[in-house]
């Protein structure tokens, strides 16, 4: 058993919240269980009390009404912070100083730097430190990685991925939401473009081509004008080793087309099509270049909840087990992705306040 807090009482803490209490046997998982210990909110005890009820917590989960009294809690073992990505990097600071195991939401951080420190004070302190990107532990996402690695689609030439909201920006949200807030550091790049880049990160290039660097990054961008965030954003990334290219895609208000696959990894034999948003897929489409058969269909249906309990599985076992790294989630890929992520960012004069880039204490 693995204990729990959650740090932040927002819609992905209230869903992750609500798949720790489901039974890990329901998703056929029998050497774990978790223990909903903990939740903190930063402005209230009543939130977090109300957090509580809303997710049907056991009567012996606590509330706090700050961040630092979640982490001052002998009790609790690991801390899930979702609170939102601006913060995430002073709020993993707080949890592992505090010596506390940290499951963070997507983005990481704000910038590569921010994510290099968390990184260097876990390995120093001995801490497990992942970052909560849900689709990389997917049963389709997996199963998609062992088609790849039999060969079915011959050698991966290229990843074409996208993850497209299409939402009324100006209606929906105004100038405040945190998508499109700078101080909340707003835009797809960090909200959304992650999920397209994960696929790309997944099947480009060989297993050694772990720096950034080392691939050619361009990129294009279209600006939300009521704030100077990025509303929609391309990402190219390119292999000069494996002459392999991922083409990445994220938009607050474009539309995604429902009918077509959402991420397709081409190969010399074949492609694998996978259908639903990158960042939570359900089926998949394999198809033989050249072959008489019908492609090959499959589904993935979560058997209850969100989806979320996988993530949190894998670092239950981790904890177990002593490691500090996640095999399925490594921490060398989330620095990848941050780094990725400045380049274009600075490619455009994409840049947030000092307070939220800022690695000082």
């Not at 939130?47 to 982490?71: D, I, M």
């Amino acid at each position: 058993m693995v204990r729990w807090g959650i740090l932040g009482t927002g819609d992905n803490a209230l869903k992750f919240g609500k798949d720790l209490l489901i039974d890990p046997t329901t998703r056929d998982v029998h050497d774990l269980t978790h223990d909903f210990l903990a939740v903190a909110s930063s402005t209230s005890l009543d939130k977090a009390q109300s957090f509580l009820s809303a997710v049907g917590a056991p009567s012996t989960a606590r509330a706090y009404g700050s961040y630092e009294a979640l982490v001052a809690d002998p009790d609790v073992e690991i801390v899930y912070i979702a609170s939102p990505h601006s913060h995430h990097f002073p709020h993993a600071r707080l949890a592992l100083t505090g010596n506390k195991h940290v499951l963070l939401e997507k983005a990481f951080t704000v910038n590569a730097r921010q994510a290099e420190i968390l990184v260097q004070l876990a390995r120093e302190r001995g801490l497990y430190l992942m970052e909560a990107l849900w689709t990389r532990f997917f049963p389709l996402t997996r199963h998609v990685q062992q088609l790849v690695r039999e060969g079915r689609i011959g050698t991966v030439q290229r990843v074409v991925a996208e993850r497209n909201l299409g939402r009324d920006v100006e209606r929906l949200y105004g100038t405040s939401h945190r998508l499109v807030n700078p101080a909340l550091a707003g835009g797809a790049l960090l909200d959304l473009a992650v999920y397209p880049l994960t696929w790309v990160r997944l099947f480009l290039g060989s297993e050694g081509e772990n720096n950034s660097r080392s691939l050619q990054v361009s990129s294009a961008v279209i600006p939300y004008e009521a704030t100077g965030v990025d509303e929609t954003v391309t990402v190219v990334i390119t292999s000069p080793e494996t002459k392999t290219q991922g083409v990445a895609t994220a938009s607050l208000r474009v539309t995604a087309d429902p009918s077509e696959p959402g991420v397709r990894i081409l190969g010399t034999k074949g492609q694998v099509q996978v259908y639903g948003p990158a960042a939570r897929p359900n089926w998949i489409r394999v198809v033989t270049y050249g072959s008489s058969e019908a492609p090959e269909t499959t589904s993935f249906p979560i058997p209850v909840g969100h989806g979320l309990f996988w993530e949190a599985d894998e670092s239950a076992r981790c904890i177990r087990e002593g490691r500090i790294d996640s095999e399925g989630m490594p921490l060398k890929d989330t620095l990848w992705m941050m780094r990725v992520l400045d380049e274009v960012r600075q490619q455009h004069g994409l840049r947030y306040s000092e307070e939220l880039e800022s690695t000082r204490g």
